[in-house]
């Protein structure tokens, strides 16, 4: 059975962050996929046909619950399905920064200080799926 390619992969261990980034994408007509982790994402991605792939992923950069982190997961991205842009979010600014040049050269161009706020969700969204509102 063919599967409609997701707008948007949030891989985020936090369920209230899951969430709300899932209400705030389906209310602007993005279709969302959820992964609790980094291991959960690759999982999913590796059961996929080529055009099912999701359009972005927005991913959390700690994860305790995983094997990866987020810059790890963009890694992996990066090398086995180049098409498909990451972003990153991060409670820590520190974090943020300590991986800022490593995520520049995955192509990572959104980096999120959590908490933001849906504007800043929306805007990474639409830059990498751009016309959804058409």
Do not use: W
């Amino acid at each position: 059975m063919k599967t409609m390619a997701k707008d948007i992969l949030i891989v985020e261990d936090d369920e209230p962050i899951r969430t709300f980034l899932r209400e705030l994408y389906h209310s602007e007509g993005f279709s969302v996929e959820e992964a609790e982790n980094s291991d959960a994402a690759i999982v999913y991605l590796n059961s996929l046909e080529a055009n099912e792939h999701p359009k972005m992923i927005l991913t959390d950069i700690h994860q305790p619950n995983s094997n990866r982190n987020g810059i790890h997961l963009c890694e992996l991205i990066a090398a086995q399905f180049p098409h498909i842009p990451c972003a990153v979010m991060s409670a820590e600014k520190k974090a943020l920064d300590e991986v800022k040049s490593r995520a520049k050269e995955l192509g990572v161009e959104y980096m999120l200080h959590k908490p933001f706020d849906a504007s800043e969700a929306l805007e990474v969204a639409n830059r990498y799926i751009p016309n959804k509102h058409v």
